[in-house]
């Protein structure tokens, strides 16, 4: 923690949390145990991020892929999201967090929603740490609905074709309220990005780890900042140029 540069912090980190069901697999265990396990690890981040002075933590909690997954283990991650909202709603009040949701809401079963869209309310004022929950999302889908959106307006003389600038596009898609994250971290040793942010993560640092999301804790994440902390940001500058 002593070696961090907090004036060096990413503003914005993204997890993609990944490997609850080979974890649970390599102990023995049913996919869904890993998932619960996956609890702590959340709960740990989050304490982390808020500690480091993170300002915004997006945590890909479940894809729009995911839905394709085994029933058991869909009901029981939705089951599992609910109570544990419900549950750390308190210690995230007590520690100042905001709570959002990006991703179709609309495909949550309805018990789901309603946990969500109180917590929502309850941690609305709070002006701590953002925790963005990525759930039933997918990069494409939002990139579509934005560019629907767009198209609608067009359509309806609101907007102009050669008005259109990136900020433009960026207003239509559902992380507009939040900057783009600096640090993308990828547990259980898969390097690729799987449909998450796919337009928000144009300049992240990308940072891979083989440790499955049940064992990641705050030393791990303390690890990903100071990775990231020790590379060159040069936007497509160069060297010199940043430097000056």
């Known amino acids: 923690m002593q070696a961090i540069q907090k004036d060096k912090l990413p503003q914005h980190i993204a997890i993609i949390m990944d490997g609850n069901g080979r974890w649970a697999e390599e102990q023995g265990q049913e996919r869904l145990y890993g998932h619960f396990e996956g609890v702590r690890s959340v709960r740990d981040i989050v304490e982390g991020a808020a500690e480091i002075g993170i300002k915004y933590l997006t945590l890909y909690a479940f894809s729009t892929e995911n839905w394709d997954r085994p029933r058991q283990e869909v009901d029981g991650l939705m089951a599992l999201l609910v109570d544990t909202i419900r549950k750390e709603v308190p210690v995230l009040n007590q520690n100042n967090i905001r709570l959002h949701v990006i991703g179709d809401m609309d495909m949550l079963p309805d018990f789901a929603q309603a946990a969500l869209q109180e917590s929502l309310q309850l941690l609305e004022h709070n002006t701590g740490l953002n925790l963005v929950m990525a759930l039933s999302y997918s990069s494409r889908w939002e990139l579509l609905q934005a560019m629907r959106g767009m198209a609608k307006d067009v359509a309806a003389g609101l907007l102009q074709p050669d008005e259109i600038q990136a900020e433009t596009f960026e207003k239509y898609l559902t992380t ?42 705050k030393e791990n994440l303390i690890e990903a900042i100071l990775d990231y902390q020790g590379r060159e940001r040069r936007f497509g500058k160069t060297s010199q140029q940043v430097q000056v």
């Open 176 to 217: 507009s309220a939040f900057p783009d994250p600096e640090l993308m971290i990828r547990t259980s040793g898969e390097y690729r990005i799987s449909n998450f942010l796919l337009y928000q993560l144009a300049y992240a640092e990308l940072y891979f780890t083989h440790t499955r999301w049940p064992d990641f804790r």
